[in-house]
């Protein structure tokens, strides 16, 4: 039970990831308004990656890459997400999970998004092309789905909320919703949050802003801080440690590795002071 938990936790990493850091609020036209400013918080060739251990034991790594490419006349972001079980994990429970988004660089919302999931013998692969014209979204899987204006998927949600949202003054307590569509389904998630704090980390002492989830009654957590999430507050505002206690086990997620970052790693810009 415990090794499977393990391998599931290094497979939804991105999930929970994303779920715990897109404070996004619902969009609307002000919102838009704003896409048209100058991203401050990432750039092309942006890499971070992640350590994952299960209680003391270590076997995961995550990856996050984002770059631009052409699609016909025009230029994208282009995320590519990556979990995977490493060493003697990986030797026993394989699994090798790959996510990715495109996002258009004016509005921040995806055009398309593509699922490839590798567990053991187990595969899944799926696209979906987001259809802004008609709030639908079309799934290779399934076929079409009505959704919500301006539905993101679980990456573009992700970097958006850190070129438009994270910048914004937040007090605490201050509870925001998110909409996303993942594995055909509709997703409405709460965050929270708590305070600006500065921890301790391998690369020294980091100012952050700490969130946690809202609870109800599908929630696999028995209080808040069950799952908390760090982001730096440096302007860059990336994921620095991720840390779940459940039933079965601890999780814990850090940041080991990052390059091309759009601001200097660990200092606060004038926009967050």
């Keep these: ?65 984002i770059d631009m490419v052409p699609i016909g006349y025009d230029w994208y972001y282009h995320v590519t997400a990556i979990a995977r079980t490493t060493g003697m994990v990986g ?8 996510y990715e988004s495109y996002i258009d660089i004016t509005t921040g919302l995806p055009i398309k998004a593509i699922r490839d999931i590798r567990e053991g013998n187990y595969t899944r692969y799926n696209e979906v092309l987001f259809r802004r014209w008609e709030n639908k979204v079309e799934s290779l899987r399934s076929g079409l789905h009505d959704v919500p204006p301006n539905t993101m998927d679980i990456l573009s949600s992700f970097y958006y909320s850190r070129k438009y949202i994270f910048k914004n003054k937040m007090n605490k307590n201050d509870v925001i919703k998110l909409t996303t569509y993942f594995d055909d389904k509709l997703y409405e998630v709460q965050i929270r949050y708590k305070e600006t704090k500065t921890i301790r980390t391998d690369f020294g002492k980091i100012e952050c802003l700490r969130f946690v989830p809202v609870l109800d009654a599908h929630s696999p957590f028995k209080k808040e801080e069950d799952m908390q999430v760090w982001f730096t507050n440096d302007g ?12 079965v086990g601890s999780v814990k997620c850090e940041l080991s590795n990052y390059k091309n970052l759009k601001n200097p790693f660990g200092i606060q810009s004038e926009a967050t002071q």
């Design 236 to 247: 860059n505002f990336i994921p620095l440690r991720i840390k779940m206690d459940m039933s």
């Design 1 to 65: 039970m415990q090794k499977y938990f393990f391998t599931r936790f290094v497979s939804i990493f991105f999930i929970l990831f994303v779920y715990s850091g897109s404070i996004s609020a619902q969009m609307n036209n002000e919102h838009l308004r704003d896409s048209l400013y100058e991203n401050t918080a990432f750039q092309p060739g942006e890499y971070l990656q992640y350590k994952v251990k299960y209680g003391f034991i270590g076997g995961g790594i995550a990856e996050m890459r």
């Design 91 to 98: 030797a026993i429970a394989n699994l090798y999970d790959k």
